[in-house]
């Protein structure tokens, strides 16, 4: 049995607390509206945050093991299994409320990994080639561009489009870990282009989850980030490095991935808001403070406005009808 089944079960369980603590950091620090590389140094400031950072670099280190035989459609829908486990925490640890339609695409989720992992293959890497090295260096690029771009949005479109934007980024750094992995000497490892593209893409895509777990749903912004970085990764490996699937399970593959992937994107459309960031964006106080608007409407003030909206999302279920850490 190959080694790579058990790196890929840690795997899933780091991702999963790190998931949850970077999301806690992030609502304790102050939201950014700009592609500012000094939000991962602020929340580098939070012990939370380096918990939480330690915890990812230990599912990517995993992860990258895991890739040395896996194939990468495998491992990059695993990766997306750490959103039940950060969901799973969520409710045990921060008493958030999960929304039936939520629950439900967690199974679908679960049942999805299990069908690829049943289906995949064990098999070593093939080289990518100088094209492909530059393919993912041009796509660096690209992401980091439209990040620029992307923090002007806020809410949940801002989880959504900067959670995909961090997912481009991290199936093109999976992309290189497959055959990164398959080094066979330190020389050679240290001396491979791909590693360096590995790292430029990760820190990218820190940097645009982080800014996407400040504009509300935890779930949402990992959610769009695994829909984003699985297909990528699964085409190339495919088409590219080798990937394989058990002869005859070919249909099981194909509907276990279309599975996962329909969680993650269904994930973006019912995600509650776990955070206050978002609201406060949404629900500015007014400029004469609260005073004056409750002078005009006692019943339409911003502070009674704002807890009957409260209200409706704890009737709804919603999480945000809880505070964040922050405010307890």
């Given at each position: 049995m190959s080694?790579?089944?058990?790196?890929?079960?840690?795997?899933?369980?780091?991702?999963?607390?790190?998931?949850?603590?970077?999301?806690?950091?992030?609502?304790?620090?102050?939201?950014?509206?700009?592609?500012?590389?000094?939000?991962?140094?602020?929340?580098?400031?939070?012990?939370?945050?380096?918990?939480?950072?330690?915890?990812?670099?230990?599912?990517?280190?995993?992860?990258?093991?895991?890739r040395r035989d896996l194939p990468l459609f495998l491992v990059q829908a695993s990766v997306a299994a750490g959103l039940g486990v950060t969901a799973l925490l969520g409710v045990l640890i921060l008493k958030w409320r999960l929304p039936l339609a939520e629950v439900a695409l967690l199974g679908l989720l679960c049942g999805g990994?299990?069908?690829?992992?049943?289906?995949?293959?064990?098999?070593?890497?093939?080289?990518?080639?100088?094209?492909?090295v530059?393919?993912?260096?041009?796509?660096?690029?690209?992401?980091?561009?439209?990040?620029f771009f992307a923090v002007r949005l806020h809410g949940a479109l801002g989880s959504v489009v900067l959670g995909s934007l961090a997912g481009c980024a991290?199936?093109?750094?999976?992309?290189?870990?497959?055959?990164?992995?398959?080094?066979?000497?330190?020389?050679?490892?240290?001396?491979?282009?791909?590693?360096?593209?590995?790292?430029?893409?990760?820190?990218?895509?820190?940097?645009?989850?982080?800014?996407?777990?400040?504009?509300?749903?935890?779930?949402?912004?990992?959610?769009?980030?695994d829909a984003a970085g699985a297909v990528p990764a699964a085409i190339v490996g495919l088409l590219l490095l080798?990937?394989?699937?058990?002869?005859?399970?070919?249909?099981?593959?194909?509907?276990?991935?279309?599975?996962?992937?329909?969680a993650v994107i269904g994930m973006t459309r019912y995600a509650e808001p776990q955070h206050h960031h978002a609201m406060a964006h949404q629900d500015p106080p007014a400029p004469g403070g609260p005073g004056k608007g409750a002078g005009k409407d006692p019943g339409k003030g911003p502070g009674k406005d704002k807890a009957a909206k409260d209200g409706v999302r704890h009737a709804r279920g919603s999480t945000a009808a809880y505070p964040s850490p922050a405010r307890r």
């Open positions: 080694s790579g089944w058990f790196f890929l079960a840690a795997m899933i369980a780091a991702y999963g607390v790190a998931n949850l603590l970077q999301s806690v950091a992030a609502t304790r620090t102050t939201v950014h509206h700009t592609f500012d590389p000094g939000l991962l140094l602020r929340l580098a400031g939070h012990r939370t945050y380096l918990i939480g950072l330690s915890c990812q670099v230990l599912g990517f280190v995993l992860a990258f093991l895991a990994v299990a069908a690829l992992v049943v289906s995949a293959r064990p098999a070593p890497a093939q080289p990518l080639g100088f094209v492909g530059c393919v993912l260096l041009g796509a660096a690029v690209l992401v980091a561009v439209a990040g991290f199936s093109a750094a999976a992309i290189a870990a497959r055959p990164l992995a398959g080094a066979h000497t330190f020389g050679a490892f240290v001396a491979d282009p791909l590693l360096y593209l590995l790292i430029v893409h990760s820190l990218v895509g820190q940097l645009l989850l982080g800014l996407a777990m400040q504009r509300g749903s935890t779930t949402a912004a990992v959610a769009a980030m080798g990937d394989r699937i058990w002869p005859g399970r070919e249909w099981l593959a194909a509907v276990g991935f279309l599975a996962t992937l329909a």
